[in-house]
């Protein structure tokens, strides 16, 4: 049985934003797939996601849920990869009030928490505002 810091790092689309690609049709699935929604293949391959993105709509989250108290306010939103693909994640190192739909951002590898107190540490994705 895997332990549970290893078994994050072996799940690809964490740590290496892993998709699965249609080898039919093409259509990209993230988390991957195992029947692709548009032409019902099961043939799929493994691409990396595309890196960069706009905002296609965000909420800035005042009152957090319990857990996440100590960052609140926040921003989370669905942002649109250049390769198509959407993804829901904090958009984070920016000025709340200055975000905007259509706004650039680039995925990042961050830290996003710790295990209770084992302290086993949580690694994840978050998006980040294009300079």
């Known amino acids: 049985m895997l ?5 994050w790092r072996e799940v690809p689309q964490r740590y290496r934003y892993e998709a699965a690609k249609c080898a039919k049709c093409g259509k990209v699935f993230f988390p991957p797939r195992l029947v692709c929604n548009k032409c019902h293949s099961k043939e ?6 595309a890196q960069t993105g706009s905002i296609e709509t965000f909420t800035v989250i005042r009152v957090a849920p319990t857990g996440f108290g100590d960052e609140a306010p926040y921003a989370v939103g669905i942002i649109k990869l250049d390769d198509g693909v959407r993804i829901t994640a904090q958009i984070t190192d920016c000025e709340l009030d200055k975000l905007d739909i259509g706004q650039k951002v680039r995925l990042e590898f961050r830290r996003l928490g710790k295990e209770g107190e084992s302290g086993i540490l949580r690694y994840g994705y978050k998006f980040v505002p294009v300079a």
């Open 44 to 49: 799929f391959t493994q691409t990396t996601l």
């Open 3 to 7: 332990g549970p810091a290893r078994y």
